[in-house]
């Protein structure tokens, strides 16, 4: 049986929530547009739905190899990018930059990718439009919204990175 990490959106304050997993029970923050079921590129929404955890991606020159149960790591390079273009053929998948359609970087001077675990959203097959580069993440010390990521403090998120496997899915729902 899957092990399930559930993020519950806040009905009052939908661009935040709670991380639940085993006895962590943590805020975290949600899309800027809050939680959708129909995800579009550049919503800004975090998506509902239970998606695997793919990959740790994390910075070596600022971590050393993160402990988990197994789940698949990648060091982080200033190279490495993520392409949000619906019009490219490599879309919402990791890119090596310059890369000519749009991206996003991966390497970013802030530490909100420092930890960075691949969702499996989208992914299989990938639909052109419905969103790309959704991530378990570090989050902004006041919380704020992200652009469609789950992001919670690197404490917590070390703790659950501790607990992860490759059997883990995240699951992300509304609150009742």
């Given amino acids: 049986m899957d092990d399930l990490i559930e993020v519950l959106a ?12 085993r006895s962590l029970l943590v805020p975290c923050a949600l899309g800027r547009g809050g939680v959708r079921a129909d995800k579009r590129e550049g919503d800004g929404a975090t998506p509902l739905g239970t998606f695997p955890m793919r990959r ?14 197994g789940l698949p790591a990648r060091v982080i390079r200033r190279e490495d990018g993520w392409c949000d273009d619906p019009a490219s053929p490599e879309y919402n998948r990791p890119v090596i930059l310059p890369h000519a359609a749009r991206h996003e970087r991966l390497w970013r001077d802030d530490a909100l990718y ?24 570090v989050a ?6 992200t652009e469609g990521c789950v992001a919670v403090a690197r404490v917590d998120l070390l703790r659950l990175l501790g607990e992860t496997g490759p059997d883990v899915r995240l699951r992300v ?3 009742a």
């Fill in 10 to 21: 806040e009905a009052r304050r939908p661009t935040r929530g709670v991380l639940r997993h």
């Fill in 56 to 69: 740790l991606w994390y910075r070596a020159d600022r971590f050393e190899p993160p402990s988990t149960l």
């Fill in 114 to 137: 420092d930890l960075v675990v691949e969702l499996g959203y989208n992914d299989d097959p990938i639909v052109a439009g419905a969103g790309s580069a959704i991530f378990l993440h």
């Fill in 140 to 145: 902004r010390p006041d919380y704020g919204p």
């Fill in 173 to 175: 729902a509304a609150m």
